[in-house]
């Protein structure tokens, strides 16, 4: 019995505002996608980002003379409860997702900073301007930190039988998360003739612990660990086309055949450069140079573009993000005959 073909889904591509991307902050832009996708796409990864990334955060302390949080310090400005309450706010870098401890010993006139505590190996403190207490001269302030990974929010975890504990420890509320904001906009972007496809654009907050990359690969892992289970039967490859024996002949050093099509429209490659919608200067020197069709420009290199008569800089980079806009870029090195069998068969489907 014949296999079943399944008609392919568009593949969107990824791209990140370098200008902007920090260790705290992060913007990109997924496009273009299946209608509808957007939506349900942005607000999965949303609800993950926020809820299920790992971090690491102290979760009970040993302050010493102290054995609750409604205590004070003789010669600290702040009462054990502000100074619990600073200690929350410190951020942690956690190498190796094992607990681990952290010291800190300040005597005499001083602001205690996140900077004044020394940490295990595989920890690494982010914060470090972050005050904690202001001590006087004759003050003294010992913590011995406990750090712990986790996920989300987690209450101090009080053992239920002890009010007070033997080792005078103050167990601490607990935010894993490094992940601080997330918000999508879906908008509507053009393939070809069609215009309803989805172009997704997510902002990502962090403390700096963790990356918004890392975070966003991590929140992939998750969503796609928990769909593998939904899998009933093998996996549907819906872009992956039969590779003809004229193509097995092909070597691997010469130009792909693009049997993907890279999850581009076929008729989007062979339309016209006028979808670009570029500038008269951009379009006619294009055209001059015989690049009439998309698929004439995605399999040119940037340094041959360049090389067209009366075609400077300014004018690549506005044909690059024309081109950025639906997903396509230089050097694709697309085949034809490829994108010409994938339409026929598109139109033979529909």
């Known amino acids: 019995m014949e296999k079943k073909e399944f008609r392919p889904l568009i593949i969107p591509k990824v791209t990140w505002e370098k200008k902007t991307l920090t260790n705290h902050f992060g913007e990109l832009v997924v496009q273009p996608l299946e209608p509808g996708f957007g939506i349900t796409l ?55 997702g094992k607990p681990g401890k952290m010291h800190l010993k300040v005597t005499g006139e001083a602001i205690v900073r996140v900077s004044d505590i020394q940490a295990d190996e595989h920890l690494e403190l982010v914060n470090n301007d972050h005050v904690i207490a202001h001590i006087a001269q004759n003050g003294e302030l010992e913590i011995d930190f406990f750090v712990e990974t986790g996920r989300g929010y987690i209450p101090a975890q009080w053992p239920p039988d002890k009010p007070y504990q033997d080792d005078d420890r103050i167990y601490i509320d607990a935010m894993f998360s490094p992940v601080r904001r997330v918000t999508f906009d879906v908008e509507k972007t053009r393939v070809g003739q069609h215009i309803d496809y989805d ?152």
């Open 199 to 350: 172009k997704l654009k997510i902002q990502i907050n962090t403390n700096g612990s963790e990356n918004p990359l890392s975070a966003l690969s991590y929140a992939a892992s998750v969503i796609r660990a928990q769909l593998e289970h939904f899998l009933v039967d093998s996996e549907i490859q819906f872009n992956a086309l039969k590779q003809t024996q004229h193509e097995e002949k092909i070597e691997k050093s010469s130009v792909p055949s693009a049997m993907d099509l890279r999850g581009i429209a076929p008729e989007l490659l062979l339309s016209s450069i006028d979808e670009l919608e570029l500038s008269v200067r951009a379009r006619n020197c294009l055209v001059n140079a015989n690049i009439k069709r998309i698929i004439d420009l995605v399999n040119r290199q940037e340094s041959d573009i360049l090389k067209i008569k009366n075609f400077g800089r300014k004018t690549l980079d506005e044909v690059v993000d024309s081109m950025k806009a639906i997903g396509l870029s230089f050097g694709m090195n697309i085949n034809e005959e490829e994108v010409q069998k994938a339409l026929n068969k598109k139109v033979e489907q529909e």
């Open 42 to 96: 942005g607000n999965s990864i949303r609800r993950i980002l926020l809820g299920a990334i790992e971090g690491a955060a102290t979760t009970s302390v040993i302050i010493k003379g102290v054995n609750n949080e409604f205590s004070s310090i003789a010669g600290v400005i702040e009462d054990v409860m502000q100074i619990v309450l600073n200690i929350k706010g410190i951020i942690v870098r956690n190498a190796t």
